[in-house]
Structures are given as C-alpha cells and as structure tokens.
C-alpha cells in the first residue's frame, strides 16, 4: 500500500482544513487507517484512527470534538477535517495503515506499516 498525503496549508486559528490520504492498492477496504502528527524535536502524536468499515472511530485527546476522521472505500482515500484549528495544531501531520490491529493499539506509530509523506498543516495566531 502506496499513501499519499494532501490538503495541508497556512490558516489562520479558528479556521477549518481538510486533509487527504489516498491509498493504492486494491486491499485499502481492509486497513485500520490513522492519522499522526509530529512536530521537530517531539514524538509522533496520535491524532485519529477508523476502522475499515468506518463504524468506529476514536481521537486523541487534544483533537477530540474538533476534528472528525472518515473514509471512502470505494475512492480509497481517508480524510481528516480539522475545524476551530489552534497554533498548537501546527505540525507535519501523516497517514497510516495497518492491517489487522487491536483497538488497544491505535494510538502507537509503531504498529502501522505504511506511511505516507506528511503534509505540514500551518496555524497562525
């Protein structure tokens, strides 16, 4: 599985972003599919996870009732729609999948084989 990040740019706190994620591969329906965040000289950040279905879904906490994770199978792609942005916010965010993966380990980096590029994400204050 090839991903790759889009939609990122420099808005203004309080403003709204829609992240992209599209995936090759014809096995993009049955991936757990998440979103991390990073910025220079800190751990990679969970930011959301859904489930290859769509049904589930869960936030870390600084993001939780702000942005909204969702999927489209059948375009392959996964988004995040990040709204009430903060300059907290303000990282390189990435992509991931995994196949199949218990929920007690969404939250780490380090059970996702594929990654995309990142795509910086700018708030200013």
């Known amino acids: 599985v090839q991903l790759q990040a889009s939609g990122g740019g420099l808005v203004q706190a309080g403003d709204s972003l829609r992240l992209s994620c599209a995936a090759s591969?014809?096995?993009?329906?049955?991936?757990?599919m998440a979103w991390f965040r990073q910025v220079p000289g800190k751990e990679r950040e969970f930011v959301a996870v859904i489930t290859w279905s769509g049904t589930t879904t869960y936030y870390g906490d600084s993001v939780k009732g702000r942005f909204t994770i969702s999927r489209d199978n059948a375009k392959n792609t996964v988004y995040l729609q990040m709204d009430s942005l903060k300059p907290e916010d303000t990282a390189v965010y990435y992509c991931?999948?995994?196949?199949?993966?218990?929920?007690?380990?969404?939250?780490?980096?380090?059970?996702?084989?594929?990654w995309g590029q990142g795509t910086l994400v700018t708030v200013s204050s």
């Open positions: 591969g014809r096995t993009f329906s049955s991936y757990v």
């Open positions: 991931a999948a995994a196949g199949v993966l218990d929920h007690v380990y969404y939250r780490l980096p380090k059970k996702y084989t594929y």
